[in-house]
């Protein structure tokens, strides 16, 4: 095989597999065999294309013509002339979709199903990736810039996949990198001809020279030792050093990274960005199931985790010691004995495909009962995973309490310890105003922070004029919550975190849970909770009681009773009634949700829940619109990149294309030897000796001797390619010279050897000849305009003859 074909199919595979990161986000995968099959069209059309041969440009222009009627022919068929050729109704088709594509983006939660426009957005950036890796890779032989494309890629594909198997995808994608880095570093040495491999070690002696049949040139074994090795210091380092954070391994294994290893934390993690998906799905999907003894379930909200960190940006999860999880957790904080108390027991059940790291569980659990790798922390009083760890099928059973306060003890709590009220009404200096004066209204004449805090509950949920609207752009931070006091619309996220703002302002401890609410009751008596039942709610911290549950979020969950002082208490069970006496008929208010029917509705069409699984956007929506943020910058980024590296390929182009063959007559002879001194005079332009088109071409060469402090052989091929070009400018009969490329390849060292290195670097990245294109073109543009001149009819009349 050829060193280009070599090359292409490198690139080839390179391509597919950075593209194999996206195959966790939309299911079925089948979108990649198509992406395949029209990479490799593509790469057959640049072969042929170069072996016509035909000029870089056009090649790269003929590939991109054949990806756009590829592209017709799979999605804007009915659209095009003869089924094939792109029309203005195929344009407009490609837009249409791509909008649909951005919308199922924003609808749906990974993975996603293979919509018409998702698969355009997938098919279409794998075949553009493609082509600009073959363009740099193969078409201008140079492999190393072809990695910002597949870099691209790459990352855009391991952010929205939230990780998922991060490190496979990765290791994929290196090699695939690697690969065609050592077959272009093949291709060159190839070029020097035979490679030798010194002593045989085998035979202890001198061998023939060649290495033996079968086994890699020594170049080769060497490129691959000096991959292994740097694929494997990327890998080893981050892990070896506990120092540093997020290397490649530190998720490794963790599917959503909330391994803990030794190092006794969990870090800040947001649900928050996936929430918005969760209620958006078009179908429900059944997440868990539980049974309770409870009385009944309408308080039974199943919760995750508390973000307790409010920056102006985002509510967070504060990072945490964590430890072995105890027989019996320890009492919750604040709680007195004067408060009602009932220990219930929940026994629940986790589906095969919910996943995440932290464990739904009624709050305050005493108790509970679960195999695997948990750990405990203690503030919070939840449960995360280790090394590992998730909910993935998870059963276990927890003991938790039932809280009753009354109105009167809530209301007569008194002040929260210094520490824990510091940390808890702490907001950010930058907090809009409107925040705390809009709290202060609200709860004007409010007697204590009890009746502050149902007023604010109150207002939000019956008396504010707010309307709940899934669709609102979400966002934690300060200018969400501006916007949510002046627009009265969203969701669960907003009412809640804007309650917890708006409570710390009045100098109430607040915090934000995140987990379900009930769910919805089954027949056999379990209760049923899907991605639609996903919630947010704000907790406010009283002494005696502790962390109380508020709901400022209406037609979501209940309130409880003890912000409704004329409710009745709820009924207290006996905890050894059996499960199936309690739950039959439980006294249930309904949530929003509704049943995934498995024989209604496709698996691939109900998205998953991994709360927990990403880090929080500010104030931008959902976890795919923040990650496409991400992903829109680092395309942005390789964009500027590939502009910055413009003049270096302009120029590289131009230097193969001046010492490269010209074809065996006489006039291409001539053409060739002027081309070869043009390059030296660039070269020497580049490295600061500006031309002088006055000067004979043998001043020139005496020119460049002296300005490059050229001498010995660079100085002699000079004064040959000078005398060539006389002999082609002046001579009756002109005889070109030979070996003039490998003349102006020694001219080229000689004149880099003196000057620095980074005179060196601004040759090779921006050099001075590359105006030359834009002279060129520039001359071009003036001879349309000439040429269009002359072609138009003139319309004014003539004035009269000038005499004398």
Not at 134 to 139: E, I, K, P, S
Not at 241 to 263: E, I, K, R, V, Y
Not at 512 to 525: E, L, R
Not at 639 to 657: H, S, V
Request: hydrophobic share 45%; glycine share 10%.
């Amino acid at each position: 095989m050829s060193g280009r074909g070599r090359l292409a199919l490198c690139a080839f595979a390179a391509t597919l597999m950075a593209a194999g990161a996206l195959v966790p986000l939309v299911r079925p995968a089948t979108w990649l065999l198509h992406a395949a099959i029209m990479v490799a069209l593509l790469s057959g059309v640049g072969a042929l294309a170069r072996r016509a041969p035909l000029a870089r440009t056009l090649t790269v222009a003929l590939q991109a013509a054949a990806a756009l009627l590829m592209l017709t022919v799979v999605f804007a068929s009915d659209r095009a002339l003869l089924g094939f050729l792109p029309s203005p109704g195929v344009f407009q088709e490609f837009g249409r979709l791509l909008a649909e594509g951005g919308e199922d983006v924003g609808r749906y939660a990974i993975p996603a199903p293979a919509t018409d426009g998702i698969r355009l957005m997938l098919v279409g950036g794998v075949v553009v990736i493609g082509l600009a890796v073959d363009a740099l890779a193969v078409t201008f032989r140079s492999a190393a810039p072809a990695g910002l494309p597949l870099l691209a890629l790459y990352s855009v594909a391991a952010g929205l996949s939230g990780g998922e198997g991060g490190w496979l995808w990765f290791l994929l994608a290196a090699s695939g990198y690697l690969l065609l880095l050592l077959a272009e570093g093949r291709d060159r040495l190839s070029q020097w001809g035979r490679v030798f491999g010194g002593a045989s070690r085998a035979q202890g002696r001198f061998a023939a020279g060649l290495e033996a049949a079968g086994r890699a040139p020594a170049p080769v074994r060497t490129g691959r030792r000096i991959g292994v090795v740097a694929l494997g210091i990327a890998l080893a380092v981050p892990a070896a050093l506990p120092t540093l954070d997020g290397g490649l391994l530190a998720n490794a294994g963790s599917g959503n990274g909330s391994g803990l290893g030794g190092g006794g934390t969990i870090s800040a993690v947001n649900p928050l960005v996936s929430l918005q998906d969760n209620l958006n799905q078009p179908a429900d999907r059944e997440a868990l199931t539980y049974k309770t003894n409870a009385p009944n379930t309408q308080n039974m909200y199943l919760r995750i985790m508390a973000l307790d960190r409010f920056d102006g940006t985002a509510w967070k999860f504060s990072q945490r010691k964590v430890e072995d999880v105890p027989d019996r957790l320890p009492d919750p904080p604040g709680l007195s004995q004067a408060v009602s108390t009932r220990e219930i027991t929940t026994t629940i059940s986790t589906a095969g495909w919910y996943q995440q790291n932290y464990l739904p569980m009624p709050y305050p659990a005493s108790r509970v009962k679960i195999d695997g790798d948990w750990r405990f922390e203690p503030e919070g009083r939840t449960l995360v995973g280790d090394r590992g760890q998730s909910t993935r099928g998870a059963q276990y059973q927890v003991s938790s309490l039932m809280v009753n306060p009354t109105a009167e003890q809530l209301a007569s709590a008194p002040e929260a310890p210094g520490a824990l009220r510091r940390e808890y009404t702490e907001v950010p200096s930058f907090l809009p105003a409107v925040v705390k004066t809009t709290a202060l209204e609200v709860t004007e004449g409010a007697a204590n922070d009890y009746e502050r805090a149902v007023r604010l509950q109150d207002w939000f949920a019956l008396d504010g004029g707010f309307t709940y609207d899934t669709q609102v752009d979400s966002g934690t931070g300060v200018t969400a919550i501006t916007r949510f006091l002046k627009n009265r619309e969203g969701f669960c996220v907003h009412f809640s975190f804007t309650m917890a703002a708006m409570a710390r302002t009045l100098g109430i401890p607040a915090r934000v849970a995140v987990g379900f609410t009930p769910g919805s009751p089954q027949s056999d008596g379990s209760m049923s909770v899907g991605l639609r039942d996903a919630h947010a709610w704000p907790e406010l911290y009283f002494e005696g009681v502790g962390w109380t549950r508020f709901e400022p979020t209406p037609s979501r969950g209940t309130a409880p009773d003890y912000t409704r002082p004329d409710a009745p208490t709820s009924d207290e069970s006996d905890p050894s009634r059996p499960e199936a006496s309690t739950s039959a008929a439980p006294s249930v208010a309904p949530s929003a949700s509704e049943s995934c029917q498995a024989q209604a509705t496709p698996a691939a069409e109900c998205a998953t829940i991994a709360p927990g699984a990403a880090a929080p956007p500010a104030d931008s929506g959902g976890l795919w619109g923040g990650l496409l943020v991400i992903g829109r910058a680092v395309v942005l980024l390789a964009g500027l990149i590939a502009l910055t590296l413009l003049p270096l390929l302009l120029r590289t182009d131009a230097r193969a294309r001046r010492l490269g063959s010209r074809g065996r007559t006489e006039a291409d002879a001539r053409a060739r030897t002027l081309a070869v001194w043009q390059e030296i005079t660039d070269t020497a332009w580049d490295l600061g000796i500006p031309p002088d088109d006055a000067q004979t071409p043998r001043r020139t060469a005496a020119r460049l001797v002296r300005l490059g402090r050229l001498d010995g052989a660079a100085a002699e091929a000079v004064h040959r390619v000078a005398g060539s070009v006389e002999q082609v400018l002046y001579a009756r009969e002109p005889r070109p010279g030979t070996g003039l490329a490998e003349d102006a390849r020694l001219i080229r060292a000689g004149l880099r050897a003196p000057v620095s290195r980074w005179t060196r670097l601004r040759a090779l990245l921006v050099p001075r000849s590359s105006v030359r294109v834009v002279w060129a073109a520039s001359a071009r543009w003036r001879a349309v305009t000439a040429r269009w001149g002359r072609r138009r009819p003139r319309t004014d009349t003539p004035g009269p003859a000038l005499t004398r």
